[in-house]
């Protein structure tokens, strides 16, 4: 038996670039039994809770709209889902297109480095073997869930952009549920064409972390602290005399990047090592910034006001796709 399947995707505008429906009409699944909605606007998390109250299908398959999705994916993603009844969904690495230009692997490799990412590493590349997770490893662009689960867990908070699946998961995991990780669910994404394109996007993903940390709590594991650790320990030691206390962590810092660097050149055959570090470092100053700034507005009250509209289409119901 087939399970059916309500894909979800966001999209800023109704003229925005659908890369993914050339992928979802090759997938190896039987088109009676998926659907497709697009939501339109300029809040994600909002986007995909109203989608998913339209969404007839046992199972949500959240997508970003430029991924590209292997044919298997949805087999894979549900057979994994039925193996237990306590899994709630199932969730695999976004990676690097082939196509993709030097730049862009860079970045790649950068996200999938140990000492950048550690255990977020496995997002971005097929890290080890199929297993329970947690929010350390999953992301929302490629994520299925079943649709009883989230809506009885009050589907995203509308308030978290990014890191609204991680607050999600976590609440999952609390009620009881499971996640896996599969290195076998792989889609793939372009990754930023630039270095400023790359510095925003982890600048938003410290902001949105510590925004996660505003609502959860301040979490057990320290590992999120260490790039805000490392920018405020950089920046006392502008004002520090002893050389030592002034340069001993940065060394420390370049010995381990570099080692990094040398393994991530060697496993990809390419000579990376005066790069990466580089990017590593830009990785986490741009992570740190963010969360520091995400303070400063949390303790000056500084609120934003969000686009509220959201605009649905159901562009394919359980049959033919319409493309």
């Not at 590493?121 to 297993?131: I, N």
């Not at 920018?231 to 810092?253: H, R, V």
């Not at 496993?267 to 990017?279: D, E, H, R, T, Y």
Request: with cysteine; hydrophobic share 45%; charged share 25%.
């Amino acid at each position: 038996m087939h399970e059916t399947i309500s894909v979800i995707i966001p999209a800023e505008s109704d003229s925005a670039d659908l890369k993914i429906l050339k992928y979802l009409d090759k997938v190896e699944y039987p088109k009676d039994k998926i659907e497709i909605i697009i939501a339109v606007g300029k809040n994600p998390s909002l986007q995909r809770n109203e989608a998913v109250k339209i969404a007839k299908g046992d199972i949500l398959y959240f997508f970003n709209r430029d991924a590209q999705a292997e044919p298997d994916i949805f087999r894979k993603a549900v057979d994994i889902i039925n193996s237990g009844v306590k899994i709630a969904g199932a969730g695999g690495p976004d990676l690097t297109p082939h196509d993709n230009n030097y730049i862009q692997h860079l970045f790649g490799y950068a996200m999938s480095s140990y000492f950048a990412h550690w255990k977020m590493r496995a997002r971005y590349c097929p890290a080890g073997r199929q297993r329970v997770s947690d929010e350390k490893e999953l992301l929302l662009s490629n994520m299925a869930i079943r649709k009883g689960v989230f809506l009885k867990l009050s589907c995203f908070n509308e308030k978290l952009y990014p890191n609204e699946e991680n607050e999600l998961i976590n609440r999952i995991y609390k009620a009881g549920y499971e996640f896996i990780y599969s290195p076998e669910l792989k889609i793939y994404r372009d990754r930023r064409k630039t270095l400023s394109a790359f510095i925003k996007q982890f600048y938003r993903y410290g902001g949105g972390r510590m925004e996660q940390i505003f609502i959860e709590g301040v979490p057990k594991n320290p590992q999120f602290f260490i790039p805000i650790f490392l920018l405020a320990y950089f920046l006392t030691a502008l004002f520090i005399n002893d050389f030592w206390i002034k340069f001993g962590l940065l060394f420390l810092y370049g010995f381990f990047s570099l080692i990094d660097a040398f393994y991530v050149s060697i496993k990809n055959k390419k000579n990376l090592v005066f790069v990466l570090p580089a990017l590593y470092f830009t990785m986490h100053m741009s992570y740190a910034i963010g969360m520091f700034l995400a303070i400063f507005k949390k303790v000056t009250l500084s609120n934003f006001s969000i686009e509220k509209d959201v605009k649905i289409i159901r562009l394919k119901e359980m049959a033919v796709l319409k493309i």
